[in-house]
């Protein structure tokens, strides 16, 4: 009695193990096919007339390539690498044949998707796409392209090898993903779309990033949900860029130890949120972080105009900085008021101004030599350092308010902050002093805005170098 | 399955392939390659035994051999067993890829499917091979250095196609994952075992016309050609021609000559120049969004007063 228990409980054992060795281990070819085939109607090939023949030094092929339909109303996805040369013509083949003239409506460089439109007379045929979340690690993937020939799709089977992968852009495949797909969809056993293939790398932001890597059992696709919502936006015809925060980090922060900020960049949303040097960021959306790798990972799916709460630690306090990403950061460019401060610290309120530049906009509000800089837009001015950092986080054309203490009486200016001198004066003034018979003695100077060096001249008894600056 | 050493063995060219008996009496099938071009080609079945081998002829328009080796009873995969495949198929492909089997090693076998059956680009420049007919396109990495003339068969071991040589699609700069039907090679490797074929030379389609076509007898001054790929843009149509009856217009996009896309106006000289200057052409043009097909003849052009 007992060994029959045993014995079909072995038999069971054997038959459990067949069974899902059958499920597990074998592609299911015949269900490949009918998904590939419930698809197939929405999936185009694309065709490119003129456009460079080379991306950053590597050859750009002529195509054809692949597009995927995503609304009955004509809009087609597709890779945006297939049109990273400009092409000046784009040519949509429908698995019948037929051939259409099609307009490129707007490219998303984040997720690297590019929406074309066409004309339609009927409605295409849109697929079902799957929900992103139904997505698990291990189950059939399905690529799917038609660079070949047009009226059938070439097909190649793996597993959905990891999600989130690319700062959470993309899934992963083994499928072999490549030129022949690229911009096709990649599919669940049901015939569903679980993303759009395109090349993709995490080391790289890169128009054609990731193309290295074709049919070596990683590939990448931008998940249904993520497409779906980029394609809604990109139908505005606005393209997408990722969104900049302007922040950077010490080095030794990207391999490990806390995000604590190195520099804000001027002008940027983080000196907009009023992120500043030396805050460490403990919190980016709904995530809290302790790397700058999580931090990474929450921005990079964001996009330009996307608005983003984070945390700081500041010292003792939290802070909490929204800011509004940007596609690209400003390059910096410096404010000019048009007054020497004196030099070294006094126990005076404000600053006390040496000299005007003449034509400047300190020289147009009246500002005189001997006059004290008191506050900037009604904060207190606390030495000439305050005064240097504060108007440098302006730019050029930025109004603003000082209050300006003379001998008697007190005022306030409004101003409006210029532009460093991009072109040389045609006439150099005469300087002051003869090079040849300068009373002092020569230094050298290199100023960190400009490359070259400069000469200073010093009277006599001038103690060093470091009070001229 | 055999392995194949010949000539080679410099940078970049192997001296080692694959290839498969198909009779008993020692007749190997195999790619025709540079390892083919030497006298002194030996061969390693995979128990071991090593023979020299004669090259009995080859079809350089396939770049497939036939080679045979001086032995009796050999196992084989016989051609007229050999079936065909669909898009879908599992197959298991079969080489010495990489040169990894040696001595009485067994070659590697890969798994995969067929991705799909289709024609070769017959666009010229497309392949660097002559063929241009039905291929299986592996979902297989299979494009190796010494994977051609390996095998690919059924999950039941029926023979299906034999792995092309190493090729590169220029049209993407992918390298492609290929295999030739055996259906596709029998007529070939007929002729060779009938004696009919030695080397026979390949075919590279048709030659280029005598007095060409160019775009100026149609009619048609294009933009100044100035970079690899300038569009083919339309500048002027000269008055009286037949690109001017057809109706075509300054700043239409050429986009296709025949069936032949036309990415590029170095494309649409150089496919001109396989066309009679009396041939009737198709240019399709991209005009305000919209396709348009004319047909030219510039032979219209010389009966005009």
Redesign the interface.
């Known amino acids: 009695m007992t060994r029959q228990v045993r014995l079909t409980a072995v038999v069971l054992t054997l038959l459990c193990v067949h069974a899902a060795a059958e499920e597990v281990g074998v592609?299911p070819?015949?269900a490949?096919?009918e998904a590939?085939a419930k698809v197939a109607p929405s999936v185009v090939q694309i065709?490119?007339?003129?456009?460079?023949?080379e991306i950053d030094g590597?050859?750009v092929?002529?195509?054809?390539?692949t597009g995927l339909v995503v609304d009955a109303k004509g809009y087609i996805v597709s890779s945006s690498i297939h049109f990273a040369?400009l092409?000046?013509?784009i040519?949509i083949r429908f698995p019948d044949g037929r051939?259409?003239?099609a307009?490129l409506v707007a490219t998303d460089h984040n997720r690297k998707i590019a929406l074309l439109k066409v004309?339609i007379d009927s409605p295409l045929p849109v697929p079902t796409f799957a929900q992103t979340d139904s997505v698990r690690v291990g189950q059939w993937a399905i690529a799917v392209g038609r660079?070949?020939?047009v009226e059938?799709?070439?097909?190649?089977?793996g597993i959905v090898s990891a999600l989130n992968r690319v700062w959470g852009k993309a899934l992963q495949t083994d499928?072999?993903v490549?030129?022949?797909n690229y911009g096709g969809p990649l599919l669940n056993l049901r015939g569903e779309v679980v993303g759009l293939l395109v090349p993709m790398s995490p080391m790289s932001d890169e128009e054609i990033a990731g193309v290295e890597w074709?049919?070596s059992g990683i590939g990448f696709a931008v998940p249904s949900d993520g497409l779906l919502q980029a394609v809604e936006q990109l139908k505005a015809g606005q393209d997408l860029y990722a969104g900049r925060l302007g922040v950077t980090f010490a080095k030794s922060v990207a391999m490990s130890g806390p995000p604590v900020v190195r520099s804000v960049l001027p002008n940027s949303p983080a000196e907009k949120a009023g992120l500043r040097k030396d805050d460490r960021i403990v919190r980016v959306g709904d995530t809290n972080v302790t790397r700058l790798a999580e931090i990474r990972y929450e921005l990079a799916r964001r996009y330009a105009g996307d608005t983003i709460v984070m945390l700081a630690r500041r010292g003792d306090e939290t802070v909490k900085c929204e800011a509004t990403l940007v596609a690209s950061l400003e390059p910096y460019r410096c404010p000019v008021l048009g007054v020497l401060p004196q030099r070294g610290t006094t126990q005076d309120e404000g600053v006390l101004v040496r000299l005007v530049l003449p034509g400047s906009p300190a020289a147009e509000a009246k500002i005189v030599p001997g006059e004290r800089i008191v506050a900037l837009d009604d904060r207190p001015v606390s030495g000439a350092d305050d005064l240097r950092n504060r108007v440098a986080r302006h730019k050029p054309g930025d109004k603003i308010a000082l209050d300006v203490a003379g001998e008697q009486d007190r005022r306030k200016v409004d101003l409006t902050l210029a532009a460093s001198a991009t072109t040389l004066p045609d006439d150099l003034p005469t300087p002051p002093i003869d090079p040849e018979a300068a009373p002092g003695r020569a230094i050298s100077l290199s100023l960190p805005e400009w490359k070259n060096q400069v000469t200073a001249y010093l009277p006599k008894g001038y103690p060093s170098v470091a009070q001229i600056h | 399955m055999v392995k194949v050493y010949g000539a080679g063995g410099f940078r970049g060219l192997e001296a080692y392939q694959s290839g498969f008996l198909f009779s008993p009496e020692g007749h190997i099938l195999t790619a025709y390659t540079t390892v083919l071009d030497t006298t002194m080609l030996r061969v390693v079945l995979d128990d071991g035994r090593r023979f020299d081998a004669e090259l009995l002829g080859a079809d350089a328009r396939l770049d497939v051999a036939v080679l045979k080796i001086d032995a009796q009873g050999l196992p084989c995969l016989r051609l007229d067993a050999a079936a065909d495949a669909e898009?879908?198929?599992?197959v298991l492909a079969l080489s010495n890829m990489f040169g990894v089997a040696t001595g009485n090693e067994p070659v590697s076998v890969q798994q995969g499917?067929i991705?799909?059956?289709?024609?070769l680009?017959a666009r010229r420049g497309t392949f660097e091979i002559p063929y241009k007919g039905r291929v299986y396109?592996l979902?297989a990495?299979t494009n190796n250095p010494g994977a051609a003339g390996g095998a690919v068969v059924t999950w039941d071991g029926r023979l299906l196609a034999m792995l092309g040589k190493e090729l590169r699609?220029?049209?993407?700069?992918?390298?492609i994952?290929y295999a030739l039907p055996i259906s596709v090679l029998r007529p070939s490797v007929d002729a060779i075992l009938a004696g009919e074929q030695s080397v026979a030379g390949g075919d590279h389609g048709r030659p280029k016309a005598a007095r060409p076509l160019t775009p100026r007898a149609l009619g048609l001054i294009l933009v100044p050609d100035v970079?690899?790929?300038?569009?083919?843009?339309v500048d002027s149509v000269l008055a009286g021609s037949p690109a001017s009856r057809a109706g075509l217009r300054p700043d239409d996009?050429?986009?296709f000559l025949d069936d032949a896309?036309?990415?590029?106006c170095r494309t649409l000289r150089e496919e001109l120049e396989y066309r009679d200057h009396f041939e009737v052409v198709r240019l399709?043009v991209?005009r305000d969004?919209?396709?348009v097909e004319v047909e030219l003849s510039a032979e219209g052009k010389e009966s005009r007063p």
């Open positions: 592609v070819h015949e490949v096919q590939v065709e490119t007339v003129g456009g460079t023949d590597l050859p092929g002529t195509g054809p390539t040369n092409p000046s013509g040519l051939r259409q003239p307009q004309e660079a070949f020939d059938r799709p070439n097909v190649a089977v499928a072999a490549s030129p022949n074709y049919d | 898009a879908g198929a599992p499917a991705a799909i059956v289709t024609d680009d396109i979902d990495v699609n220029t049209r993407n700069n992918t390298w994952n970079v690899p790929r300038t569009p083919p843009y996009l050429i986009v896309l036309v990415p590029s399709t991209l969004r919209e396709l």
